[in-house]
């Protein structure tokens, strides 16, 4: 595997984002796991956002903070049930097609997210870097190629788009994480992680975005 090349790290600040319940759910692991998060990750301060599961509000909240507070990383957090491990995705595309209502009861069905935005971005972290990262950490990860249609994809596509079309210079990635441990007693034989693992992968995750540069040349892809 090919290293990775190291930045150098200049002051600048870091904005972590984190869902709200959706689904039924009392808790989304996302916004938990902000919480577990330093105040500093090297030299770059953390900074948290609680963002609305609602189409369009969730990109108009992140987008304020962006203009704000002007990171220089955005990292942005959101559940996947189902999954069993962090996964660090390389790509989100311009469609809305939501398998149940958002918490302000809009479905969107195949709808772009930007009009007349391109097909998809990619994320301008480095992906593979920072899943190398995560497992150096203990904890599993993956470069997932899907973010999905509902709402985590439509925040990080729209995120992507607003970096575009502003020219505003700070790298942007997503993670997907597995339902926490209390998520899982109802649907047993399901996937499922503990809170202080995964804030201890996405710290991992953090420190290598910050850190790198370029990111590694190494197989990830997948074959389905």
């Not at 441990?181 to 809170?195: I, Y």
């Amino acid at each position: 595997m090919a290293r990775a090349r190291k930045a150098a790290a200049p002051e600048g600040g870091v904005l972590v984002t984190g869902f709200e319940p959706f689904g039924g759910e009392e808790v989304n692991p996302s916004w938990e796991i902000c919480g577990r998060l330093p105040a500093a990750i090297g030299r770059a301060r953390v900074r948290t956002l609680h963002v609305p599961t609602q189409f369009r509000r969730a990109i108009e909240i992140v987008a304020g903070a962006i203009v704000e507070h002007e990171p220089r990383l955005v990292i942005l957090l959101g559940q996947a049930g189902g999954r069993a491990c962090l996964s660090v995705e390389r790509v989100a595309i311009n469609v809305d097609d939501a398998r149940i209502p958002d918490n302000a009861g809009s479905q969107p069905v195949d709808e772009p997210v930007a009009p007349a935005g391109p097909a998809a971005y990619f994320a301008t972290v480095p992906v593979k870097a920072m899943a190398a990262a995560i497992r150096e950490a203990g904890v599993p990860a993956e470069v997932s190629n899907s973010a999905g249609t509902f709402v985590c994809n439509h925040l990080f596509y729209g995120v992507l788009h607003f970096m575009a079309s502003s020219g505003r210079p700070a790298r942007t990635g997503f993670i997907h994480v597995p339902w926490l441990d209390s998520q899982a007693v109802a649907r047993p034989g399901e996937p499922a992680m503990a809170l202080a693992t995964m804030a201890r992968g996405v710290e991992a995750a953090i420190a290598a975005a910050l850190a790198t540069a370029i990111d590694v040349k190494m197989a990830a892809g997948k074959l389905d």
